[in-house]
């Protein structure tokens, strides 16, 4: 505890001012440090749990699924990374069967095999997106609905 440097008093660092037992002026040696209101030093739990957020479009989301679907773009803009990655798993999957199925088992050719691996995952990709349009329900990773 702080002595006064007058009459050797013990007294607070609050007391730097005026001493309360022999009434000096700036009773402590560092009368220019300056105390901190222990309000402004400690933050309050409402302000740790403010978390800021990106709104997610479900219009935006929805023409994802309908362009990119195939390469899981809407999922990575949700912020679902192993959803993404997934959906670019198996889209390369379907894309690569159909194509082999399409060129080398039922002899189409290149383009044609081609056209109809890519037209299938871009028709998921445009059955997602009608869901993603039509749900009120979607939320992101978050887990604040989509607007």
Request: hydrophobic share 50%; glycine share 8%.
């Amino acid at each position: 505890m702080p002595k006064c440097r007058f009459c050797n008093e013990n007294i607070t660092k609050f007391d730097k001012e005026i001493c309360p037992y022999c009434g000096s002026r700036k009773p402590l040696e560092d009368v220019d440090v300056a105390t901190n209101d222990i309000t402004q030093v400690l933050s309050t739990q409402e302000e740790k749990k403010k978390v800021s957020y990106k709104e997610h479009s479900k219009v935006i989301n929805a023409v994802l699924a309908f362009t990119l679907g195939m390469f899981g773009a809407n999922f990575f803009y949700l912020g679902f990374l192993l959803k993404g990655l997934l959906r670019l798993f198996i889209g390369l999957l379907i894309s690569a069967g159909l194509f082999v199925l399409f060129f080398i088992a039922i002899p189409l050719g290149l383009p044609i095999a081609l056209a109809i691996a890519i037209g299938a995952n871009f028709l998921v990709g445009i059955i997602q997106g009608i869901y993603y349009l039509s749900s009120n329900t979607l939320k992101d990773a978050s887990g604040v609905l989509l607007k």
